[in-house]
Protein backbone atom coordinates (compact mmCIF):
# COMPACT_ATOMS: atom_id res chain seq x y z
CA UNK A 1 0.00 0.00 0.00
CA UNK A 2 1.53 3.37 -1.02
CA UNK A 3 0.53 6.94 -1.03
CA UNK A 4 0.00 9.66 -3.42
CA UNK A 5 -0.09 13.47 -3.06
CA UNK A 6 -0.28 16.53 -4.92
CA UNK A 7 -1.74 19.58 -6.09
CA UNK A 8 -0.54 22.75 -8.78
CA UNK A 9 1.21 25.91 -6.81
CA UNK A 10 3.70 25.96 -4.30
CA UNK A 11 3.63 24.84 -0.85
CA UNK A 12 6.51 22.71 0.38
CA UNK A 13 4.74 23.03 4.35
CA UNK A 14 1.69 21.17 2.96
CA UNK A 15 3.13 18.89 0.62
CA UNK A 16 5.09 17.53 3.80
CA UNK A 17 1.66 17.52 5.85
CA UNK A 18 0.03 15.25 3.74
CA UNK A 19 2.74 12.86 2.96
CA UNK A 20 2.83 12.96 6.82
CA UNK A 21 -0.98 11.99 6.95
CA UNK A 22 -0.25 9.52 4.71
CA UNK A 23 2.54 8.27 6.59
CA UNK A 24 0.38 5.25 7.82
CA UNK A 25 0.04 3.85 4.25
CA UNK A 26 4.00 4.12 3.25
CA UNK A 27 6.51 4.34 6.58
CA UNK A 28 9.19 2.69 4.54
CA UNK A 29 10.31 5.70 2.36
CA UNK A 30 8.36 9.12 1.56
CA UNK A 31 9.48 11.35 -1.05
CA UNK A 32 9.02 14.88 -2.67
CA UNK A 33 8.80 16.64 -5.71
CA UNK A 34 8.61 20.65 -5.26
CA UNK A 35 8.39 23.52 -7.97
CA UNK A 36 6.43 26.67 -8.24
CA UNK A 37 4.16 24.67 -11.04
CA UNK A 38 3.47 21.45 -9.05
CA UNK A 39 4.01 19.73 -5.58
CA UNK A 40 4.05 16.13 -5.56
CA UNK A 41 4.16 13.56 -2.70
CA UNK A 42 5.03 10.09 -2.09
CA UNK A 43 5.19 7.41 0.73
CA UNK A 44 6.14 3.72 -0.03
CA UNK A 45 5.47 0.61 2.30
CA UNK A 46 7.72 -2.08 1.34
CA UNK A 47 6.63 -5.35 0.37
CA UNK A 48 9.83 -7.41 0.19
CA UNK A 49 12.88 -6.85 0.73
CA UNK A 50 15.06 -4.28 -2.00
CA UNK A 51 17.88 -4.08 -3.97
CA UNK A 52 17.18 -0.27 -4.47
CA UNK A 53 14.36 1.30 -2.67
CA UNK A 54 12.22 3.20 -4.81
CA UNK A 55 12.57 6.71 -4.54
CA UNK A 56 9.66 8.72 -6.29
CA UNK A 57 8.86 11.25 -7.12
CA UNK A 58 11.29 10.15 -10.11
CA UNK A 59 12.87 12.75 -12.40
CA UNK A 60 16.41 13.96 -13.57
CA UNK A 61 18.17 16.76 -14.16
CA UNK A 62 17.15 18.88 -17.41
CA UNK A 63 14.14 16.52 -17.73
CA UNK A 64 10.77 17.92 -18.67
CA UNK A 65 9.20 14.49 -17.04
CA UNK A 66 8.14 13.46 -13.36
CA UNK A 67 7.44 10.05 -12.86
CA UNK A 68 5.08 9.07 -9.40
CA UNK A 69 2.73 5.81 -9.10
CA UNK A 70 1.54 3.55 -7.00
CA UNK A 71 3.70 0.59 -7.45
CA UNK A 72 7.56 -1.10 -7.61
CA UNK A 73 9.70 -0.52 -10.80
CA UNK A 74 11.46 -4.81 -10.09
CA UNK A 75 13.78 -4.30 -12.69
CA UNK A 76 15.63 -0.86 -11.91
CA UNK A 77 19.24 -2.60 -12.29
CA UNK A 78 18.46 -3.58 -15.81
CA UNK A 79 16.54 -0.65 -16.39
CA UNK A 80 19.72 1.84 -15.52
CA UNK A 81 21.54 -0.35 -17.50
CA UNK A 82 19.45 0.65 -20.61
CA UNK A 83 18.51 3.89 -20.03
CA UNK A 84 20.89 5.89 -17.66
Not at 44 to 50: D, F, G, I, K, V
Request: aromatic share 10%.
Amino acid sequence: MCGISGFNFLDENLIHKMNSVLSHRGPDYAGTYIDSQINLGHVLLSLREQIDLSTQPYTQNNCDWILLFNSEIYNTTEIKKNYL
